[in-house]
């Protein structure tokens, strides 16, 4: 499994874009891209997946450049609602080994 | 549609105790991850079930143990409990060969 780095923690204001970048320098071919948000007390919360290029739904944007070796999660103009807990994670779970390894995540401060 | 749902949502033991954790699945999933988070930590893989088999388990003691029933539901069981047992306990349930987990809320145990 491809291990990932993030920053530990970030800060930043009300309405300004968030940027967290996932570093995963052995990541396989077969291998996606998922970010999950955590709030305190509560399980993790699906934001978005990737395998190449860029996706984006209502919440956020992921962009995976074509090396594959990082991705970035782009919040755009944060509340303080999107202060969490956010998880990059990399994996094929068809795989008959898989486990999902969540790292430590980066710890998203945003203020008022 | 109910999403993964868990139970009890506290649970207080003392220390030697056996305790029970129960997970049912979205409707539709196979496969049931379980994960041990203590407080202000990321999430420690457990364990993962998928059709009713044990298909891998994380760096943890055999008195942590569970099942996958019939219908996906799944209980972990952990005995002879210890204080550093204490934590939140997450289970996430997805579609076989499929990266985005759908977590419950979690159960809470304290030893005491």
């Known amino acids: 499994l491809a291990k990932t780095t993030q920053p530990i923690s970030m800060d930043s204001y009300e309405g300004q874009e968030v940027n967290i970048t996932c570093s995963h320098n052995n990541i396989a071919t077969n291998d996606y891209i998922t970010w999950y948000q955590q709030f305190p007390s509560q399980g993790p919360r699906f934001i978005i997946q990737?395998?190449?290029t860029k996706v984006t739904n209502e919440v956020a944007s992921l962009f995976i450049p074509a090396d594959r070796k990082s991705s970035t999660l782009s919040l755009p103009r944060v509340s303080l609602s999107d202060t969490a807990v956010y998880y990059c994670?990399?994996?094929?779970?068809?795989?008959?080994?898989?486990?999902?390894?969540f790292g430590s995540g980066t710890r998203l401060s945003i203020r008022p | 549609e109910a999403g993964v749902t868990q139970s009890p949502t506290h649970l207080i033991k003392t220390r030697g105790q056996q305790a029970t954790l129960r997970c049912s699945p979205i409707?539709?999933?196979?496969?049931v991850y379980w994960y041990q988070q203590a407080l202000g930590l990321g999430l420690q893989f457990l364990l993962w079930y998928d059709e009713g088999e044990e298909r891998n388990r994380g760096n943890f003691p055999p008195r942590f143990s569970g099942r996958q029933f019939p219908n996906y539901s799944s209980e972990l069981n952990v005995n002879a409990l210890e204080l550093e047992d204490s934590a939140l306990y997450l289970c996430?349930?997805?579609?076989?060969?499929?990266?985005?987990?759908?977590f419950g809320s979690g159960t809470q145990l304290s030893v005491l």
């Open positions: 994670l990399v994996g094929d779970a068809g795989s008959s080994a898989s486990k999902i390894i």
């Open positions: 990737g395998y190449k």
């Open positions: 996430a349930s997805s579609l076989t060969g499929q990266e985005k987990l759908f």
């Open positions: 409707s539709g999933h196979t496969s």
